[in-house]
């Protein structure tokens, strides 16, 4: 009996072996197809044979070529469902089930992208309410490829009901929501994000080559994660002593004990959260942290304890040289010191610290909130994440460099890009620029590039519609200057290619925060851009946008499209808030600013000849309060040209 059931074990291994017929992951159970359009459909099969699918009463045959790979186009179907598939080649056949026709949209970007529903305001009510079954979500996995993919190595299409929807991407549930409800069609979502990315990763090679922005590319980055890893090193060892060619096998790191040694050149990080977002590269191994901590002389004569957040590795902890702790935890780090630990004045913290071990992915860094790093007393506190470390690694001990996705151009495309074409698209949404606001000015031309390039590569110019960057960081002057502004600016100019659309967040998002968890405006202001850009519809879109401005004796007179039913300021006592205005000195001024006949005239006593006009012009525009009379924000601008703090940046 044993005998006959490995025989027929190995009988059905031999079959499944040399089975052939593959249909792309994206096709399956419950995914949604789009309306109105041809629809391709493509897979793998044997060298030459015939492939028949079958879908809503027709058949389409085609051919696997020499490469075995097969395409077919479906006839164009209006919204409807459910429907059955079948795709046949010889005696194999794949059936799926459950398909509806309607709209499908790719999302795409970093972590506000990424943001799930059961992270967003009201998540548990929204969850509870979520018995939406024409709705869809398709997440593909975080992978990176050096080389442009074939398919995807898992995902499958997920049903929108309160069991599911709390790991849908926030932004998109909240848009196809509306969108199914306004336009009463099944809406399916390709969710293809990765927190944190830069748009170089989300970018094709080819695209790169023939650019002028990104050209020169190419022709330097790493071709395997083994030369990448390389080229991180040297890149770590040039920012620690200066020159990629340092000996790194003549530090001598004993030294680091000796009083009086100057910790100053190492590099700088704050000890909380992951290193890797802090231009370590996804080094793994072990390294030194160094702070000189003030401590008051009420502290040295009495018990205090050293918070320092979480991290698993092995950790050796020295105060003033001498050792303190030496060994592993898993729980919060709370060091209890004796009266005496401690002298008056500066002291020197060192610590040394691996790789986190659980969670793995954490890398280096401590886990933990601003509060959980402190030296503490029954009556006082000292924080001790108020300023940046010096950071240094160890070069003694085995290191590696993770696989990071913004170590490597194009990395995101190849893997979580190209495997997506041709599937057919209504079009797509972005929510990106974050991680790109250092180089903004970049951004201008990179930016436009990659949409472009998706839609050569998809074959149509389909709908491109973005989130421009939300209220997060400092409240700046336009004489100080702000990255994030200068990315914003990117964003509107990116408006000036066709069937594009942007939803302004300036007013919903959070100083403190680089994850405002409101994703229901958002995804409502995507959805009017939707509706107006890609279907056709006659609804008020976006916020006040700068027309134009005529400079005259001390004032600027501002002329608005996109006014809506009117401009409207939000503030009870009528104020206008958020302009700047300079003379030809190009010092600015915070400006009055009034609503006069349709327009806004701005002005400042000190500015007799006008020149150029700033609105929102910081990472975080608090004060911003131009609407229009639907509750759309103004985008924020300038009317001046002057050079800002981003142009030299490059990739």
């Known amino acids: 009996m044993k005998k006959l059931t490995l025989f027929f074990t190995l009988l059905f291994l031999a079959s499944s072996a040399f089975a052939q017929l593959k249909v792309a992951r994206l096709f399956g159970d419950h995914m949604v197809l789009q309306r109105d359009r041809p629809v391709k459909v493509w897979g793998w099969a044997s060298k ?6 079958s879908f809503n009463n027709q058949k389409i045959t085609t051919k696997a070529d020499a490469n075995g790979k097969w395409l077919a186009e479906l006839p164009a179907t209006p919204a409807g469902g459910p429907y059955q598939m079948s795709i046949r080649a010889r005696k194999e056949q794949i059936n799926l089930q459950d398909i509806l026709v309607g709209e499908v949209w790719l999302l795409s970007g970093q972590s506000n992208m990424e943001w799930r529903v059961k992270q967003a305001d009201r998540a548990a009510t929204e969850i509870a309410a979520a018995h939406y079954p024409s709705i869809r979500h398709f997440e593909v996995a975080h992978e990176l490829a050096f080389e442009p993919q074939a398919d995807l190595p898992s995902g499958n299409w997920k049903v929108c009901a309160p069991g599911t929807v709390g790991d849908f991407s926030a932004v998109g549930y909240f848009f196809a929501r509306e969108l199914s409800q306004k336009l009463g069609v099944p809406v399916g979502l390709v969710h293809s994000s990765w927190g944190g990315s830069q748009i170089e990763g989300w970018i094709s090679e ?77 080094f793994r191994g072990q390294a030194f942290l160094q702070r000189t901590v003030d401590v008051p002389a009420e502290m040295t004569r009495t018990e205090t304890t050293l918070h320092f957040g979480r991290n698993n590795s092995n950790l050796t902890f020295y105060i003033n040289g001498k050792k303190v702790l030496d060994g592993t935890t898993n729980d919060p780090i709370a060091l209890k010191l004796p009266a005496g630990t401690w002298q008056e004045g500066p002291n020197s913290i060192l ?28 009556t006082a506190k000292v924080p001790l994440t108020n300023e940046r470390w010096n950071m240094i690694p160890s070069w003694k001990y085995p290191r590696t460099y993770a696989h990071f996705m913004n170590n490597v151009g194009t990395t995101l495309y190849n893997a979580m890009i190209a495997p997506l074409i041709p599937y057919t698209i ?18 201008r031309q990179a930016f436009p590039l990659m949409i472009n390039s998706w839609r050569q590569n998809w074959g149509y110019n389909f709908p491109f519609l973005f989130v421009q960057l939300a209220t997060f960081g400092p409240f700046q002057n336009s004489n100080q200057g702000s990255d994030w502004a200068e990315l914003r600016e990117a964003q509107t100019l990116t408006l000036g290619l066709p069937k594009t659309g942007m939803a302004v967040t300036t007013d919903i998002g959070n100083p403190d925060d680089i994850h405002p968890t409101n994703k229901q405006d958002v995804g409502h202001r995507l959805a009017l851009s939707a509706l107006k850009v890609a279907y056709g519809q006659e609804v008020v879109h976006s916020g006040p946008t700068f027309k134009e401005v005529l400079f005259t004796e001390r004032k600027a007179t501002l002329n608005f499209d996109n006014a809506g039913s009117g401009l409207v300021v939000k503030d009870k006592y009528g104020y206008l808030k958020g302009f700047e205005i300079a003379g030809e000195d190009r010092t600015f001024y915070y400006a009055q600013a009034r609503l006069e006949g349709g327009k806004v005239v701005v002005s400042h006593p000190e500015v007799p000849h006008p020149a150029a006009v700033r609105y929102g012009w910081a990472n975080s525009p608090l004060d911003n309060n131009l609407f229009n009379a639907e509750g759309l924000p103004a985008v924020p601008f300038r009317t001046d040209s002057w050079k800002g703090l981003t142009e030299q940046a490059k990739f």
Do not use: C, H
Request: net charge negative; hydrophobic share 35%.
């Open 206 to 282: 080819k695209a790169m080559q023939a650019s002028e922005v990104l050209g020169y590319y190419p022709a330097t980055m790493a071709r395997n994660w083994d030369e990448d890893a390389q080229r991180q090193e040297k890149k770590l060892i040039k920012q620690a002593y200066g020159s990629a060619d340092f000996a790194i096998e003549s530090v001598d790191e004993s030294k680091y004990l000796t009083p009086g040694y100057d910790y100053t050149k190492w590099l700088k990080v704050n000890p909380r959260g992951q290193w890797d977002w802090q231009g370590i590269g996804g």
């Open 48 to 53: 030459g044979d015939k492939v028949e699918i």
């Open 426 to 443: 209504q079009g797509a949404l972005w929510y990106q620029g974050e991680s790109n606001a250092g180089r903004a000015y970049q951004y």
């Open 351 to 378: 610590i040394k610290l691996g790789q986190m071990r659980d969670p793995q992915w954490f890398g280096m860094g401590f886990l933990g909130t601003p509060a959980d790093f402190a030296l503490s007393t029954s």
